[in-house]
């Protein structure tokens, strides 16, 4: 059968992943897709990084080379386009003008798609075209078409994954090795695993751009991630590390998405998680989704969240799939977002002041009599029920005192906090963290 | 959109679960499918139970209950069977009979697929129809789909897995509470882990039905049960338990696949892995398949591999499958085996003796001078080299010695097992369990 013919937009780590695995396994690909699955046009800035990853014999074969992404996007031979640009901007106008040409595409752009998806799945719904964005979310590890397809029977209750690399690996290192959280980044920024400006990652962002997709898929709900609470791993302390560690917890940055009945829970943050929990070993760079179904109970999948042909492997998939699945008629394909786009639900993510979690809570306060007794007192006022306590032996006549509360409304161990910290005897600020038993 | 119309095939445990999950999440379902998916005909040999679980209500309905199961296949207004009969003999004539009357068919048989596959598929491609199998391995873990889709791009190097959750259940109690074998198959029969009769859980059948299916949606090779190389767990000593432990392993039933030169490895068998593998952290009744692809690395799939509702989740995955993509072009929907019928390859699972491990061997010695020496010298003669050596303090003038050795091919193994058990010191047979690091 006739080659389902590509154009790559970008071929940096992911596309030069793309282009290897592609030519290496094309074989083996094409036995499964049903034909062979062709990059006929690459367009990159960097015309010799190109060249150099394509390779002469390519070339000579006929693969074009171009610094014009546009002219890549409206070739009438090209069947699908790979956008591996990133961004919001560029990648935005590529994808939609691909769209509009009647083209597939096939993209890793999680941030693109977090703000911008609802405006595209839209307009390829519109075109009958397939936007496919396996790669967007954990990389290598088919989480994507987990929840759109293999878990389709069940009302997911929710999802909770490790989805950043460079947070599980900083973490990991604190954890492991009792590094500060400036050493660890320090250390993942020198072996490639954080990038020279981490915003994006240690903030929390990349993660809540992967969870507001999850979401979507999972729930059925419009993509709202500017309604995401959104936490990062920055103040993260290693005295918190330690304490968790000692309570049975390790500290992950979880995305978490989670039904509720007045509407969803979206958040990134650190979390506590029981240390004998599966997602608890997971370290390092390694990426896993957790996801409770009703029928099926918890499913995990585990795997290489990032990296040149890990992603690539996702993104591969998605062209087999697009190959596999385009002829078919578009009101039969498999919905973008999981759910037949009429049957969207039009459901809000919740304020963080109504989810819900249990807490940890670490405030210092001075060592004198009745101290515990007030803050007990300060938290039943607010119906905030304490599961554990540790007093540490008082240093300079400071005690460190660590808790952890039963599951309760964000606002009420919010207002609880205030009226601690108002105490006289607390120094400080108290610091709060997440805690979720995963169950 | 009309109701794709369903025709279920056996209502018991699983069937039931299809029924309540069905009807709970219908609302849900429908917002994926793209139409509502409605069992109008079940067919059981217990009409009682099966009136139990459809309820007066559906039946007044119109769902129509019947012991003739073959009126079900051939009513011309059903789209899908669900086939949840199990065994070889009807659920083969069933099967064989609804692909050729022009229906889609869902089932959980993986002893079906694993002995008759090849002649169930071929009818299928032959008639057009798609035959869904998401249930039989690994009950509601998207594992099939994973390997037939999600990891297309990959040459897989290998597939390991705990896909049998009765003996998952009875290894977990025998290596945490340091139960014996019967102790804790009578304890998982007491339970409902495990049937009256465990023949095929605790032989590894059941395992290796699975093993043979995952091996063909992994390489492209024919469907080959019948040279899979199958051991169960019925030969477990706890002390082999114990040692495994002390020598930082645990011990589990698992289904391998792996690829190699010459053929691919189709074993099921008791199976020493490193205790901080992720897969050794995979206890009682849990499943969990890990992939090796060369693009992507390992990736991890967990979660609950049998159960009423965890199977159903699986079994209805299929169904919406099926809705949303029967009606493309079959030329252009997803292969059964994840392969082109015509692409598949016709290599032969090799011999157990060709196949490569690391083992464990154990053996009684009687306590005296040169023992070691000899037993090295007998490896070393057949070029199996040691990795680790434990001897026993003596009792009785006997001394236990267990040792592990490097990765060597079994026949190699073999021959040294014979020279070792020839020696006179030696005190009766030698125990041998196979050693993976998955890697």
Same mark, same amino acid.
């Given at each position: ?9 970008? =071929? ?24 062979? =699955? ?19 014999? #390519? ?20 069947? =699908? ?11 935005? $106008? ?13 993209? #890793?752009?999680?941030?693109?798609? %977090? ?29 994507? *078409? %987990? ?54 990652? =240690? $903030? ?5 751009? *992967?969870?507001?997709?999850? #979401? ?11 309604? %995401? ?40 943050? /650190? ?38 042909? /890990? ?18 008629? /578009? ?8 759910? +037949? ?32 007794? $007030? ?16 007093? *540490?032996?008082?240093?300079?006549? +400071? ?18 906090? %205030?009226?601690?910290?108002?105490? /006289? ?15």
């Amino acid at each position: 059968m006739k080659a389902i013919r590509v154009g790559l937009l970008g =071929i940096g780590t992911v596309g030069g992943g793309v282009w290897s695995v592609l030519t290496r396994n094309a074989g083996e690909i094409a036995r499964r897709a049903g034909r062979p =699955i062709a990059i006929v046009a690459v367009a990159d800035r960097n015309l010799e990084r190109a060249r150099a990853v394509v390779g002469e014999q #390519a070339l000579a074969d006929g693969v074009r080379l171009t610094e014009d992404a546009f002219s890549v996007v409206n070739d009438p031979t090209i069947d =699908i386009v790979v956008e591996l640009i990133g961004g919001y901007t560029v990648a935005k $106008e590529l994808v939609l003008a691909a769209i509009a040409a009647g083209k597939h595409v096939v993209t #890793a752009n999680k941030a693109l798609l %977090a703000v911008h998806g609802a405006e595209i799945f839209a307009a390829a719904q519109e075109k009958g075209v397939m936007v496919a964005f396996e790669a967007a979310v954990a990389g290598g590890i088919p989480i994507i *078409k %987990a929840l759109r397809e293999g878990l389709a029977a069940n009302r997911i209750e929710w999802v909770a994954g490790i989805i950043n690399g460079t947070t599980n690996y900083i973490l990991t290192q604190m954890d492991q090795r009792g590094l500060s959280f400036d050493g660890a980044l320090q250390e993942a920024q020198a072996l490639g695993y954080a990038e020279a400006d981490p915003t994006f990652d =240690i $903030e929390g962002i990349d993660a809540a751009h *992967k969870a507001t997709l999850l #979401a979507s898929l999972a729930f059925g709900v419009p993509i709202q991630f500017d309604k %995401a609470y959104v936490e990062g791993i920055t103040r993260i302390d290693a005295r918190d590390v330690a304490h968790a560690e000692a309570l049975g917890y390790r500290i992950k940055l979880l995305g978490i998405a989670k039904r509720r009945e007045q509407g969803f829970e979206l958040r990134v943050h /650190p979390t506590l998680i029981p240390k004998d929990h599966l997602l608890a070993s997971v370290s390092g760079a390694m990426n896993a989704v957790l996801v409770k179904g009703d029928a099926v109970g918890q499913t995990l999948y585990y795997g290489a969240g990032a990296g040149s042909e /890990p992603t690539a492997s996702a993104v591969i998939a998605d062209l087999v799939d697009v190959t596999r699945l385009h002829t078919a008629d /578009p009101e039969n394909r498999v919905p973008h977002l999981a759910f +037949q786009p009429d049957q969207v639900q039009d459901v809000a993510a919740l304020p963080i002041a109504q989810c819900r979690s249990c807490y940890y809570l670490r405030l210092n306060v001075a060592d004198r009599p009745g101290v515990l007794a $007030e803050i007990a007192h300060v938290l039943a006022k607010e119906s905030v029920s304490i599961a554990a306590l540790v007093q *540490k032996e008082p240093i300079a006549e +400071q005690a460190e005192l660590v808790l952890l509360t039963h599951e309760t409304e964000e606002q009420a161990v919010d207002a609880a906090i %205030a009226g601690i910290t108002a105490l /006289p005897f607390v120094v400080g600020s108290v610091t709060k963290l997440r805690v979720e038993h995963l169950t």
